[in-house]
């Protein structure tokens, strides 16, 4: 006797295209961070500021990324918690992740590292496409995010059992590169050159492009890195933990511009050991083969 299919997670268009409203918002406002950072960006580097003036905008900029990775953070939740998903709420997220973690770290590392007077073409091209491509590496990483994670795709409930990203996720991603100008940032103003950041940051075009491209490998590879999405409302801990948590919390607070660099870091960090020495091959390959064939 064959297993009767699945019911459809969604009867109708109009019911996949529901607006929830306090998701959404959160959605929103991720995509809100990413255009003011790349509009501080676009003014740090093309409304002729002194050096002091376009080191606080790119210093704002990351902030900005930051600030929509918290977003980012919230609006899956409060629509798992609220039992409010749908498929627009998911496409929505993906555009908003495009301009917020796609388009602002490219256009802040470019800006950063081309000086409009300087006549080195390669410099110019070769930071152009490694930016592009990063950018083009978000893009499809959310796309094939969407793909795994679709409800009205059979088998994706299996995919989705181990709590597991396949790829970097895109916040991470500029989370790693906001970070690092944060952290320089800081470096900068304890040895008092904090208005030479953009100046200072050229010269670790080195770091900085290079760092670009083995996160987007990273985020198209089939590397698992490991979901937060179990703790929740409801997750449960000891006094100890409680403790320890607010403790650590404070200390990321009052150590900011260099703890971002630490988590992002030790996240992407933890993510690869844990795929290298951790996980079997075939626990590490959840994402379906590209397919080079045209039906």
């Given at each position: 006797m064959s297993t009767p299919p699945e019911p459809r997670r969604y009867q109708s268009a109009e019911e996949a295209a529901h607006i929830y409203l306090l998701p959404n918002l959160f959605t929103a406002g991720n995509m809100l961070c990413g255009f003011l950072a790349i509009k501080n960006c676009i003014e740090a580097h093309f409304t002729g500021l002194d050096v002091s003036a376009r080191s606080d905008h790119y210093i704002m900029a990351v902030w900005f990324i930051i600030f929509a990775c918290i977003c980012d953070m919230f609006d899956g939740r409060i629509a798992r918690a609220t039992h409010r998903e749908s498929l627009f709420g998911a496409e929505f997220d993906s555009m908003a992740d495009t301009v917020s973690f796609g388009v602002a770290p490219a256009l802040m590392v470019c800006f950063l590292i081309i000086n409009p007077n300087q006549n080195e073409e390669y410099i110019k091209l070769s930071t152009w496409l490694l930016a592009f491509i990063y950018l083009l590496c978000v893009g499809v990483r959310l796309a094939r995010f969407n793909v795994l994670t679709n409800p009205l795709i059979p088998g994706n409930e299996k995919r989705s059992a181990?709590?597991?990203?396949?790829?970097?996720?895109?916040?991470?991603?500029?989370?790693?590169?906001?970070?690092?100008?944060?952290?320089?940032?800081?470096?900068?103003?304890?040895?008092?050159?904090?208005?030479?950041?953009?100046?200072?940051?050229?010269?670790?075009?080195?770091?900085?492009?290079?760092?670009?491209?083995?996160?987007?490998?990273?985020?198209?590879?089939?590397?698992?890195?490991?979901?937060?999405?179990?703790?929740?409302?409801?997750?449960?801990?000891?006094s100890k933990g409680f403790v320890l948590i607010i403790l650590v919390g404070a200390g990321l607070f009052l150590f900011r511009e260099l703890s971002m660099l630490v988590v992002f870091l030790g996240y992407i960090t933890w993510g690869v050991i844990r795929h290298l020495f951790y996980l079997k091959k075939e626990e590490t390959d959840p994402a379906p083969e590209d397919d080079e064939s045209v039906s």
């Open positions: 181990g709590g597991d990203f396949v790829g970097l996720p895109s916040p991470a991603a500029a989370g790693l590169i906001a970070s690092i100008v944060l952290a320089l940032s800081k470096v900068l103003y304890i040895s008092n050159q904090n208005d030479r950041l953009d100046l200072v940051l050229k010269s670790w075009s080195w770091v900085l492009l290079p760092l670009m491209l083995i996160v987007s490998y990273l985020m198209i590879s089939n590397v698992r890195f490991p979901s937060l999405k179990m703790i929740n409302w409801n997750t449960r801990t000891k």
